[in-house]
């Protein structure tokens, strides 16, 4: 799969129940978009330069998702703690959940409208000839 964030393959015709997406990002909100540097060089400079082609369209077909589901997307940022840490201190797991509570709340006060990629949300009926 090239998108690591395919909320579309969790729809279906006709839903029974909304899906939501998760968006851990780093820092404090979700639209800051620090690039990243790569350096290449050495002797591997072709396969490091691969990897950022790689990258760069992964990280474009996301960006992509992520504008295209918006409406369904709750962004949680984890400020300074690293999405990859495992290690995590009990000051660390904290702001994780306050932060993760504190969007969601502020996500569903919005009263979101759960329509999913087939352009249906969840109970509404199709109307069908008769």
Do not use: C
Request: aromatic share 12%; hydrophobic share 35%; proline share 8%.
């Amino acid at each position: 799969m090239a998108s690591s964030f395919p909320l579309f393959v969790f729809d279906k015709p006709e839903p029974k129940h909304p899906t939501w997406g998760f968006h851990l990002h780093g820092g404090f909100d979700a639209r800051e978009n620090q690039p990243r540097h790569r350096d290449i060089g050495g002797v591997t400079w072709p396969k490091e330069m691969l990897e950022g082609i790689l990258d760069t369209a992964t990280n474009a077909l996301d960006k992509f998702e992520l504008q295209r589901f918006e409406s369904r997307v709750i962004p949680i940022p984890t400020g300074e703690v690293s999405t990859l840490n495992f290690n995590l201190s009990d000051s660390e797991k904290d702001y994780l959940y306050e932060s993760g509570l504190n969007a969601a709340r502020q996500f569903f006060a919005t009263a979101p409208v759960a329509e999913n990629s087939y352009g249906k949300q969840p109970g509404a009926t199709s109307s069908t000839p008769s």
